[in-house]
């Protein structure tokens, strides 16, 4: 399809209680930056049940506008009643360009509607930009388990789509809510959701493990040794009150649930601060976690790969050093 | 249950190095697989198989002919039947284009083999690592979809997955006929049988050309067909510069650790 406007679109994931997850504010800078650029206006797209506190957030972040979408068939995500909405939201108003979060939900979604459009998705982004020569959105994104980067453009289709990796952008600073909110009703028929949620089972520790949404993260890995091996991770991960991660080895030896990995088959996240604690920083892990700030890497190999990414790295036992470090930060917290 | 897994053949990409003169992937001498998460979609195949044995299970890929190896793997792992669907003009192939001819060449395969009740893919290729040709899949067909599956159980034309979700497992039910896309379970996949392995280096695998796809509209395929260009490709960069720390006794380290990252204010 034409594009009707220059104007930038971000989806903004919205959480069961209606919440905005913080992928979708996250992209709200560089769709500041890309819809300047492109001249256009910055638009959240909001869909859900209850939606104020994600409309909120979107407004005190920089959007210029805020569509929203909201009825009880949005409470919980079901392809079918999402792509209904956000499709026809695209052919009224014809954005340019669109941001998704890469996310479990925004992955489903993104290739849904993309596809359904007949355009182009470019998937799980890294880096954004707005090419030079040609004025359309450079997409870069890591292929090959992250051994191989690439700028991808969709240059005549419309709208522009990625999906964009939790993490990599960072928020901007709240203002006052200055969006201008557009209400539209869009409902979806029971029968036109074809699939049904029957339960959610919970991980048996489940304390909720938010890696994408946490600001510090301790992660162990084969290292460990067992299970009993995660208790210094999880000492220093309480002192720091941060969220314990983990690497696929120490996953697939069942010493802690999946929902703890970070990687490529696991979580990708992005926070202020990431402890690898012996983990040996295997390709697949680093896709989840490089996008860190700050890496910390405790690990007895002076040569494992981890180091290589880490900002400090310790060379040394970590059932040593995870106890003193700990002692340090309770004594300083008092 | 008439099953058709979609397995796509990858570079082993743990194998992947990197040339340190050009600052390029080597991919010379790097074994080509079967996308281990093709693996695990067509093993959840073959748990429906093992509840109830008059599932069939087909395979079809997209690719050179050397992509005939991996469905030969395949056949002795567990599918009863394999095709390749190959042609010049499906080359360069983006995700909605690749989707496309997948969806094209299921309609046909499903005049000879009967109409499939669900299409189950990988969650993604470890190549392209997109996840996004199982559910355009799903959308060229119309077919509702469920995507991260970790295992699979049919009955009373439905199709019940344990979805991976934030919080946890979701049970989801799915109207048949569907896609499903899967991630890695807690299990590893079943090895193939010597006597399996033997049949599947005998097997005919037919190969299937644009030619055989009546309604296919190449304006729609290969490198002109996509929407998405590759405008580069590069290395990417190591962060490096990094503190190294080794003090006398682990102790020390944890002390020196902590000083640096509260001076720098990090904690
Ligand atoms: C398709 C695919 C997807 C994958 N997805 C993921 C993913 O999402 N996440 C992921 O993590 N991996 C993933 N992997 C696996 C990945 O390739 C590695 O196998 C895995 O990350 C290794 O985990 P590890 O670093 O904990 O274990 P190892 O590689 O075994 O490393 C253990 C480290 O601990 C150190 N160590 C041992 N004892 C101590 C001690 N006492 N003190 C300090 N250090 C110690 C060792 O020196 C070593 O470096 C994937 C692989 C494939 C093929
Ligand atoms: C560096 C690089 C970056 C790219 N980035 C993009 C991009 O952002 N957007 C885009 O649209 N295209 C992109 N492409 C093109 C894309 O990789 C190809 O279209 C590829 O053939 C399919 O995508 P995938 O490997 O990511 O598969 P995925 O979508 O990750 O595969 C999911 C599942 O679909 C099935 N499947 C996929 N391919 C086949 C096949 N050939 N035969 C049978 N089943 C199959 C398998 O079950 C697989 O597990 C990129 C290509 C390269 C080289």
Same mark, same amino acid.
């Given at each position: 399809?034409?594009?009707?406007?220059?104007?930038?679109?971000?989806?903004?994931?919205?959480?069961?209680?209606?919440?905005?997850?913080?992928?979708?504010?996250?992209?709200?800078?560089?769709?500041?930056?890309?819809?300047?650029?492109?001249?256009?206006?910055?638009?959240?797209?909001?869909?859900?049940?209850?939606?104020?506190?994600?409309?909120?957030?979107?407004?005190t972040h920089g959007a210029d506008q805020v569509i929203v979408v909201e009825g009880a068939e949005?409470?919980?995500?079901?392809?079918?009643?999402?792509?209904?909405?956000?499709?026809?939201?695209v052919e009224k108003y014809g954005p340019t360009s669109m941001l998704i979060g890469a996310t479990n939900n925004g992955r489903d979604l993104g290739p849904r509607v993309s596809c359904r459009l007949r355009t182009g998705?470019?998937?799980?982004?890294?880096?954004?930009?707005?090419?030079?020569?040609?004025?359309?959105?450079?997409?870069?994104?890591?292929?090959?388990?992250?051994?191989?980067?690439?700028?991808?453009?969709?240059?005549?289709?419309?709208?522009?789509?990625?999906?964009?990796?939790?993490?990599?952008?960072?928020?901007?600073?709240?203002?006052?809510?200055?969006?201008?909110v557009i209400r539209e009703d869009i409902h979806v028929e029971e029968k036109d959701i074809r699939t049904k949620v029957i339960e959610l089972l919970r991980d048996m520790d489940e304390e909720n493990v938010d890696l994408e949404g946490a600001e510090i993260i301790v992660s162990g890995g084969r290292g460990v040794g067992g299970p009993e091996g995660f208790e210094p991770v999880r000492a220093l991960a309480k002192a720091l009150g941060a969220t314990v991660g983990a690497s696929r080895a120490a996953?697939?030896?069942?010493?802690?649930?999946?929902?703890?990995?970070?990687?490529?088959?696991?979580?990708?996240?992005?926070?202020?601060?990431?402890?690898?604690?012996?983990?040996?920083?295997?390709?697949?892990?680093?896709?989840g976690m490089s996008g860190s700030d700050v890496i910390v890497a405790i690990n007895k190999d002076p040569d494992a790969p981890i180091f290589d990414v880490a900002d400090y790295g310790v060379v040394g036992n970590l059932f040593e050093v995870l106890p003193v470090l700990t002692e340090e930060i309770q004594k300083a917290r008092g | 249950m008439n099953i058709l897994v979609c397995i796509k053949q990858v570079p082993d990409t743990t194998e992947i190095k990197i040339d340190p003169v050009k600052n390029t992937l080597i991919r010379e001498g790097v074994p080509s697989i079967v996308n281990p998460f093709d693996g695990y979609a067509l093993e959840a195949a073959a748990r429906i198989k093992d509840k109830?044995?008059?599932?069939?299970?087909?395979?079809?890929?997209?690719?050179?002919?050397?992509?005939?190896?991996?469905?030969?793997?395949?056949?002795?792992?567990?599918?009863? *039947?394999?095709?390749?669907?190959?042609? =010049? %003009?499906?080359?360069?192939?983006? !995700?909605? $284009?690749?989707?496309?001819? #997948?969806?094209?060449?299921?309609?046909?395969?499903?005049?000879?083999?009967?109409?499939?009740?669900?299409?189950?893919?990988?969650?993604?290729?470890?190549?392209?690592?997109?996840?996004?040709?199982?559910?355009?899949?799903?959308?060229?067909?119309?077919?509702?979809q469920v995507t991260y599956g970790l295992e699979a159980a049919a009955g009373d034309g439905r199709i019940r997955v344990n979805k991976?979700?934030?919080?946890?497992?979701?049970?989801?039910?799915?109207?048949?006929?569907?896609?499903?896309?899967?991630?890695?379970?807690?299990?590893?996949?079943?090895?193939?049988?010597? *006597?399996?392995?033997?049949?599947?280096? =005998? %097997?005919?695998?037919?190969?299937? !050309?644009? $030619?055989?796809?009546?309604? #296919?509209?190449?304006?729609?395929a290969g490198l002109k067909g996509s929407p998405t260009k590759v405008k580069k490709t590069f290395v990417p960069q190591k962060k490096t510069g990094g503190v190294k720390i080794k003090e006398e006794t682990a102790a020390d380290s944890a002390v020196k650790l902590f000083q640096l990252l509260s001076d720098a204010s990090v904690i």
């Open positions: 399809m034409e594009a009707k406007t220059k104007d930038l679109w971000v989806f903004v994931e919205t959480n069961g209680d209606g919440s905005a997850k913080n992928v979708g504010i996250e992209l709200l800078t560089p769709g500041r930056m890309m819809a300047d650029k492109q001249g256009g206006a910055l638009v959240a797209i909001v869909i859900g049940d209850h939606v104020s506190a994600a409309v909120e957030a979107a407004s949005y409470g919980h995500y079901s392809t079918d009643a999402y792509a209904i909405a956000l499709c026809a939201l998705l470019t998937a799980d982004c890294t880096a954004l930009d707005i090419d030079e020569e040609s004025g359309n959105v450079a997409w870069t994104r890591p292929a090959f388990g992250g051994n191989l980067m690439a700028t991808i453009l969709c240059p005549d289709h419309r709208p522009q789509i990625g999906t964009v990796r939790p993490g990599v952008f960072k928020k901007c600073e709240e203002t006052a809510a200055k969006a201008q996953v697939d030896s069942g010493w802690i649930s999946h929902a703890h990995q970070v990687g490529q088959t696991g979580k990708t996240v992005g926070p202020k601060l990431y402890i690898a604690c012996g983990i040996s920083g295997a390709i697949q892990h680093l896709a | 109830d044995p008059n599932t069939r299970i087909v395979v079809l890929s997209m690719g050179p002919e050397q992509a005939k190896a991996a469905l030969k793997e395949c056949l002795a792992i567990a599918a009863d *039947k394999a095709y390749l669907v190959s042609d =010049r %003009a499906f080359g360069g192939s983006d !995700t909605l $284009a690749t989707s496309y001819i #997948i969806s094209e060449t299921i309609k046909k395969v499903e005049e000879l083999e009967g109409k499939f009740d669900a299409i189950f893919c990988g969650k993604q290729a470890i190549d392209g690592d997109t996840a996004q040709v199982g559910p355009e899949i799903a959308e060229h067909l119309d077919y509702p991976e979700v934030e919080e946890g497992v979701e049970v989801v039910e799915v109207q048949t006929p569907c896609v499903v896309t899967f991630t890695k379970p807690a299990w590893d996949p079943r090895y193939p049988t010597i *006597k399996r392995k033997m049949a599947a280096n =005998r %097997a005919d695998i037919p190969t299937l !050309t644009a $030619a055989d796809l009546p309604t #296919i509209d190449l304006a729609h």
